[in-house]
């Protein structure tokens, strides 16, 4: 059963830090391609970060140089590390795969305000 469990969201301030965390269960996660995804109200998902199982990142414009995604192979754990927050961050972060699965655990809520 494939289980992907989010945390670490929050309410912040303009220009705060939240570090972010995804545990993922039943799938091969050391060889696979994972990403951290959001939705904004009323947009589509994005993807936002991603890391290859080579530890290889990319990044959407928005988040570059804000935003850095890691990852824990051994403990099948994910992280984004997000600084200088901004209001056009909030949203609902999920991980999943990249491409992604079907499955997607409840996210965590970002919401970045005064």
């Known amino acids: 059963q494939v289980q992907f469990v989010e945390s670490g969201g929050g309410l912040v301030q303009p220009g705060g830090s939240l570090r972010l965390s995804c545990v993922a269960s039943?799938?091969?996660?050391?060889?696979?391609?994972m990403g951290w995804y959001r939705r904004a109200p009323g947009k589509q998902r994005e993807l936002v970060a991603e890391?290859?199982?080579?530890?290889?990142?990319n990044y959407v414009d928005s988040v570059k140089g804000r935003f850095t995604i890691s990852r824990d192979n051994a403990n099948h754990t994910m992280y984004l590390q997000m600084n200088s927050l901004k209001p056009e961050d909030t949203a609902v972060y999920c991980c999943?795969?990249?491409?992604?699965?079907?499955?997607w655990g409840q996210g965590t809520q970002v919401t970045v305000a005064s």
């Open positions: 999943n795969t990249v491409p992604s699965r079907p499955d």
């Open positions: 039943g799938i091969g996660f050391s060889i696979l391609s």
């Open positions: 890391v290859t199982s080579g530890g290889s990142t």
